[in-house]
């Protein structure tokens, strides 16, 4: 028999051979399915895996193999060899549905602490995260977490970023995560157009970059009550015709800490739609499990209005686009659980 | 243990209440025998019974110092704190001291119940209090110091002790007594990490770091960040000192009498006692009943033996 040119064999049903006479069980488009059921980036589809990898018999399987250069190749080797960083990657995609389990099953205090810990442990350091456990969870809640903390790790959440961070950035992250808000809404409106008048003499008046040196910012921002900040917020906005956040644009931690501060609902509207935009990296991945799992009970209606608002889409929609199998299920009933509440 | 009736109690202080004058002995012989938790006990019930706030009726029928040192002993012990942090951040003299004293010498959670007293009774968290109150490196130490929830353990890092102590050291023979690192041990570090950093600073350098710390006997800031250390580290000693002054003051500090004696009655007064013996040869019973007079003095020194026998 002639040695034939590999052709690509057009596969319609099972009765087909390929070239060595052996059956041919996937159609291209179970192929290209599998193919996606391996890519990622925001979970593993167990469904197509499942279904079509045990359909498949070793004349398919050398095929798909043949036929996904992302995930192969046969340059080096006498077979078609699995690229080592796509087995990382695959490896973590697998994960990502045990890690949203894990999280949602887990104490929201040991959850937070061992958030708390890796936001500075990584490199390099997410300081908005910390900013995020600091400033969305309640009073009580954040208290939890630093209990927890010194539980795990035997010294205090204070000690642990003092001893991380330096200059404007200790002032505000110690105090940020030491602070102990009051929850309740009463408010002295005559001292709040006092601050509100500061904040706009240092951010508007002063020059930006003297800020950080400012102590009345600092000191409104990490010791005032949340209902106390929104209300400045307000009267930010109707003395000076901007958002605050929006002013204080150059300090990244401390745009992040107003809106974690006074509408977290846009914050995380907008880490949502980072994570599943073309590029994120793998820390901004990892916040739409986080989102999704730590807001479906407190303010997910919230977030998910305002990502609508935003964005254009549902975010349902945005998720089941986006990712994969059992953790796309899982998150997409999350937030329609939260949507209900 | 003797069972007080909470019933009884109620109706005694009623009856001392009663009538043209107020019967203060009898007062002081209930109130100064019962524990924090009795006395919440009794003030519930007093409530249920007769409609009103025991601490009302006392404000009502007491005066001056009496009054204050009955009305504080008779206040929760966080409830108590909240209100004397309170009223440290509008005053100004010695309020940074009375504000380190509350938030250096209390356990982690006692200070968190006395942040939660003051949320529910002023409506505030005492950091924004004393953060608008303060300013500069006053600031910079108070609020940190305020907000802290120190880990609580005995277990010492004797690497991490080395370094601080010499960071410590450092900073202190630079006069740089505001820098960052000063402030991030002493308002972050748990209790016997400081006290094992501060040993290993006299071992290495020599002398404590109180005495490094007294090169200008004027600056407040060197006050604070003294008294700092040793309500950090030796609180008794620190009281003892309190009470000294207090007491030798000409016309007495009945402020920090009455704080000291409310505060500590029920934790630590005996060993405050034993230390105030040894530094003035006299008994601190021998001291009050020479420098106050009156049922205030009686109040006092009923509370100073609370937890004997």
């Known amino acids: 028999m002639d040695k034939r040119k590999k052709t690509t064999i057009l596969v319609r049903r099972e009765k087909k051979l390929n070239k060595e006479g052996e059956k041919i069980m996937t159609s291209p488009e179970e192929c290209e399915a599998l193919r996606t059921a391996f890519s990622g980036p925001h979970g593993v589809e167990e469904k197509s895996m499942l279904e079509i990898l045990v359909k498949c018999n070793p004349a398919d399987l050398t095929t798909f193999r043949k036929n996904s250069p992302g995930i192969f190749s046969d ?17 973590n995609e697998f994960l990502r549905f045990q890690r949203a389990v894990i999280q949602r099953t887990m104490h929201p205090w040991e959850r937070d602490a061992l958030l708390v810990r890796k936001s500075l442990e990584e490199k390099p350091p997410l300081y908005n995260l910390l900013i995020e456990l600091a400033c969305t969870r309640t009073s009580e809640e954040f208290l939890g977490a630093r209990k927890a903390f010194q539980c795990l790790y035997s010294e205090s959440v204070e000690e642990f970023v003092a001893v991380r961070v330096e200059g404007f950035q200790r002032r505000l992250l110690v105090a940020l995560a030491s602070t102990y808000r009051y929850e309740g809404m009463r408010i002295d409106e005559a001292m709040i157009k006092l601050e509100c008048q ?37 009267c930010y906005k109707e003395s000076y015709d901007s958002n605050l956040e929006e002013d204080l644009d150059d300090i990244q931690i401390l745009r992040d800490t107003v809106n974690c501060l006074c509408a977290p609902p846009i914050y995380f509207s907008k880490i949502l739609d980072k994570a599943m935009s073309v590029g994120p990296t793998e820390q901004e991945i990892e916040a739409l499990t986080r989102v999704i799992v730590t807001r479906t009970d407190v303010d997910m209606k919230d977030i998910a209005a305002e990502f609508n608002r935003k964005f254009g889409a549902p975010l349902i929609e945005r998720i089941e686009a986006a990712a994969l199998g059992n953790y796309r299920d899982f998150l997409v009933a999350l937030v329609k659980r939260g949507m209900a509440n | 243990m003797a069972t007080h009736s909470v019933a009884e109690d109620c109706e005694q202080l009623r009856k001392a209440f009663a009538g043209w004058g107020t019967n203060e002995g009898l ?164 209790k016997a990490q400081i006290n094992a950093t501060l040993n290993h600073y006299k071992n290495e350098f020599g002398n404590d770091i109180n005495k490094d710390l007294k090169t200008d006997p004027k600056d407040e800031f060197l006050a604070v960040l003294r008294a700092t250390v040793k309500c950090l580290t030796r609180p008794e000693k620190y009281f003892e000192k309190v009470l000294r002054l207090a007491i030798n003051k000409r016309g007495t500090d009945e402020g920090a009498l009455t704080r000291v004696v409310t505060t500590r009655a029920e934790i630590d007064m005996k060993i405050i006692k034993e230390e105030y013996h040894k530094r003035n040869s006299v008994t601190l019973d021998h001291a009050i009943g020479k420098d106050t007079t009156g049922d205030y003095e009686k109040m006092l020194l009923a509370l100073i033996c609370h937890g004997d026998a």
Request: proline share 1%; charged share 35%; with cysteine.
């Open chain 1, 75 to 91: 340059d080096e080797c006498y077979f078609e060899k699995w690229d080592s960083s796509h087995m990382k990657f695959l490896e």
């Open chain 2, 27 to 190: 007062i002081i012989s209930i109130l100064a025998h019962r524990s924090s938790a009795q006395i919440k006990l009794i003030r519930e019930t007093y409530a249920q019974t007769y409609g009103e706030d025991l601490l009302k009726d006392l404000d009502k029928e007491l005066s001056s110092d009496f009054e204050r040192v009955v009305v504080l002993w008779a206040l929760d012990p966080a409830e108590r704190d909240a209100f004397l942090a309170n009223e440290a951040t509008k005053r100004w003299t010695s309020s940074n001291q009375v504000l380190v004293e509350i938030t250096c010498t209390r356990t982690s959670d006692q200070l968190l119940l006395a942040k939660q007293a003051y949320h529910a009774r002023f409506k505030r968290s005492l950091e924004e209090d004393v953060a608008y109150r303060s300013s500069g490196d006053f600031r910079k130490l108070l609020v940190p110091l305020a907000s802290t929830y120190r880990y609580e353990g005995d277990e010492v890092n004797m690497t991490l002790a080395k370094s601080e102590a010499k960071i410590l050291h450092e900073k202190i023979s630079e006069k740089a007594y505001n820098h960052e690192d000063v402030i991030r041990i002493l308002s972050t570090r748990g």
């Open chain 1, 198 to 234: 500061k904040l706009g003499r240092a951010i508007k008046i002063d020059k930006k970059n003297e800020i950080e040196k400012d102590d009345e910012v600092l000191r409104i921002l990490t010791t005032r009550s949340k209902h106390y900040l929104k209300t400045i917020h307000k």
